[in-house]
Nanobody, 112 residues
């Protein structure tokens, strides 16, 4: 099993980025997948989650209304569309099957 994130980079405040997570060795028993992030000086924190079959979503209060999590079942891909980015969104973003697997992370830097 391998989770590989991509799409990170440097963006100005107010800008947008789309993160992707490719899940190889996907298991149909995975019920949810999530995005977490680790911002400087803080512990890793929950960002968003999606139920793989229903598509139901949930978000951290800090990103609700700005970030959108989605998935493509056919491609075993998960995405995080991030808009209205703020400097406090800077960090390493991880794709995870909660309790089982983590990706290596992708760096997002929001700075002018």
């Amino acid at each position: 099993v391998q989770l590989v994130e991509s799409g990170g980079g440097l963006v100005q405040p107010g800008g947008s980025l789309r993160l992707s997570c490719a899940a190889s060795g996907f298991n149909n028993r995975w019920s949810v997948m999530s995005w977490y992030r680790q911002t400087p000086g803080k512990e890793r924190e929950f960002v968003a989650t999606i139920a793989w079959s229903s598509g139901n979503t949930n978000y951290a209060d800090s990103v609700r209304g700005r970030f959108t999590i989605s998935r493509d079942n056919a491609k075993n891909m998960m995405y995080l569309q991030m808009t209205s980015l703020k400097s406090e969104d800077t960090g390493v973003y991880y794709c995870t099957v909660p309790g089982l697997y983590w990706g290596q992370g992708t760096q997002v830097t929001v700075s002018s």
